[in-house]
């Protein structure tokens, strides 16, 4: 079985890592990096020192990727930054057009919407599902839903 696998904030990709590890558990699970984005010049420096196959695969900035042009895919990981949600930040939020970095959580709905992948991954934020965020999250987490 080979699941088709597309990244968002990939950094150096522990997602991939991740599915490297469940791979040598499982011999029957395969899976393909068909696209990743990540802007961040070390972030992709390490993604490409790790895994030197998809360099030609990164989609860069994910506020400008055209989703027609990507190929299908079965996952969708997210890990938009979490600065303006986390304890450790300014909790500046991440509003739908606010600007903050973690804002940009709003255009992965784009990629859902146009994709329609089985299945979604995002990084787990614990401040996201805290009192001042709940709203925010319950708004996203309607979506996905969809």
């Known amino acids: 079985m080979t699941i088709r696998v597309f990244t968002m904030f990939s950094g150096y990709d522990s997602q991939c890592m991740a599915l490297d590890r469940l791979k040598e558990k499982h011999p029957q699970f395969d899976y393909e990096l068909v696209g990743w984005a990540e802007i961040d010049k070390y972030a992709i420096a390490a993604h490409n020192a790790v895994y030197p196959q998809y360099a030609d695969r ?63 991954l995002m990084e787990n934020v614990a401040a996201l599902v805290s009192n001042k965020f709940i709203g925010l999250f319950n708004k996203w987490q309607s979506i996905v839903e969809q």
């Open 58 to 120: 990164n989609f860069g900035d994910v506020c400008s990727i055209d989703w027609a042009r990507v190929p299908d895919f079965d996952l969708l990981t997210y890990s938009s930054p979490c600065q303006d949600f986390s304890q450790a930040g300014l909790q500046r939020g991440g509003a739908k057009g606010s600007g903050t970095r973690s804002s940009l959580l709003w255009f992965v709905e784009e990629a859902i919407a146009v994709k329609r992948p089985k299945y979604l």
